[in-house]
């Protein structure tokens, strides 16, 4: 007895040593991640403690992905308290055994209204619609082909499938129309992209994807997490601003941005594609129902948005007015119209240093750099939403320019600053 | 040096093998020696109760191509080398740069 817990001990002594030098190389690297804890409701104005037993402090939130300002709306979380005495907290079963009530089969029906599709599926996450639709649905005979900047959650989706798995280069209809021509001895050829690529905020070329899928026999996949709600004239998604409402085949999307920010996903589309979902996606399978409370607040953001487009719009406004404040500004940021809006700054302990000093000035945002964006590519993401006022802005924009001052980096080429700081 | 298991062929002089080609050379006869004189038939078991479960079940020589880089690793098979490495590309490609939520 004594033995085995000795052994039981080296062992584990073993992994412990080997886990501490993995998770020191990490910081060394700069790659370690942590918490900043959040003392209120998700808002444009939070408050936040960071580092860790530091007094909480006001900041403007520019990172979160609460693009309409719904996740701590009044109405969305009346509905939710509401959903909560009315359908209990939780299902404690499955989807396919016990676990589907009434407001299950109505949201996934609103959102099939609003998506423009024929049937839906609610999944408890889009990370795992992603790990599920893929293997679903496609076998051995046939191919994945997916833009090379999808989100990682499809990247392990597309792993756990047996189809063979094939990429083209970011956005490249020439390299993607190669490759349908290259797979036209497949089954199924399945395009994959998101719908507004998280890093860039660009959008998927859509109408040119669907046009190459007609022309060449596939089905269209669109990660729309980035878009829906407020992509669009009326917040559909990537597809009704691409002109191509109701040609995608599947859309995987998420609860856990704009249509509130709770949690849950979905895989919406073609109805038998759909449906073969729901007998064989593993996560829909063998993980728990979306908690009630969280339905009943979806079917409200659905409403609030089905009911007019001011958030959507004031959500645009804010974009151009923030994309138009840091051009003026002098600073680079990535051209596009979707409200993620990249500052570049190519230097990875640049990026940290600056939103460091933001932070220090009210302002929240993260750096991002290799090897979560490629080599030479860090910045900072920020993200608006229809929560921000001007004010916000401003004083943002005020934050910026004086972080910016300090660095030198207003007006300058990505030359001038490369040259500076290094790549 | 030869033992009675094992069999030594003579290179011509001029033949300067790389480290590319022994290892194919090897990996021929490991093949042919296991197709002739398996150490086992244990696999035939496996074979027949998948078949008795219902599977469909195939086995064939393959290329296998790795590539190792940090604690992430990318296998791929093939037909054909070319083949193995087009997928292995394709793997390692889509997950060149880890993304953001
Ligand atoms: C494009 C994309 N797909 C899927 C997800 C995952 O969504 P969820 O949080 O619902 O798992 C995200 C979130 O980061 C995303 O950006």
Known sequence: MADAVEVEQGCLARVRQHFRQELDGLRNAGLFKEERFIHAPQAADIEVEFPAGATPRQVINLCANNYLGLSSHPEVVAAAHAGLEARGYGMSSVRFICGTQDIHRELEQRLTAFLGTEDTLLFPSCMDANAGVFEALLGEQDVMIADRLVHASIVDGMRLSKAMQDTFKHSDMAHLEE?????????????????????DGDLARLDDIVALAERYGAMVFVDDSHATGFIGKTGRGTHEQKGVFGKIDIITTTLGKALGGASGGCVSGRAELVEMCRQRAR?????????????AGALKVLELISRTTERRDALEENTRCWRRLLTEAGFDIKAGESPIVPVMLYHAKLAQDVARDLFAEGIYVVGFFFPVVPKGQARIRTQLSAAHQKAHLDRAIEAFVKVGRKHDILNKSKKAITERYGL | MAGSNVIEVTLPDAATPTREDIEQLEATFRAIVDLRFPDSRDWQKVEEALVIDGWTVRSQ???????????????????????AFKQLQQLAKIDDVAGVP
Request: hydrophobic share 40%.
């Open chain 1, 283 to 295: 996560p829909y399978l063998f993980s728990n129902s979306v908690p009630p409370v969280i339905v």
């Open chain 2, 61 to 83: 020589l393959m290329w296998v191509a790795e590539a190792h880089k940090g604690w992430e690793s990318e296998l791929a098979t093939g037909r054909t080398k070319s083949e």
């Open chain 1, 179 to 199: 490759k349908l021509q290259e797979h036209q001895d497949k089954r199924f050829r399945l395009i994959i992209t998101d719908g507004v690529f998280s890093m």
